[in-house]
């Protein structure tokens, strides 16, 4: 599902019922614009769901992250950095020869 329109908030206001049943029979996601900015957007209950999901995944990564700061707080940038760029290199020389038979 890709297909979307833009509408003027003040068509929609004025088919309401209609754009609702769109959305909701076609799958079509609707832009709503004020003077030529999009303001609010109209989706199905599934593209919802899917939009909270990928909100709860984004704040757990978010959460990681913010605990790998935390452990590397006190080593300095350019020691992470050789160190990361050694860990790779490492990951690399385990994957660059031949499969294991």
Known sequence: MGSYK???ASDVRQRWSEV???VARDKTRVIVEKSGVPVAGVVSPQDL???QERDRRMAE???TMDEMRQAFRDVPPE???R???RAVQESR???DGPPPA
């Open 49 to 51: 769901e899917w939009l």
């Open 93 to 95: 020389s385990h994957t």
């Open 79 to 81: 020691e992470f950095n």
């Open 20 to 22: 609702v049943n769109e």
């Open 83 to 85: 160190a990361v760029d």
């Open 6 to 8: 833009v509408l003027k």
């Open 61 to 63: 990564l978010r959460e």
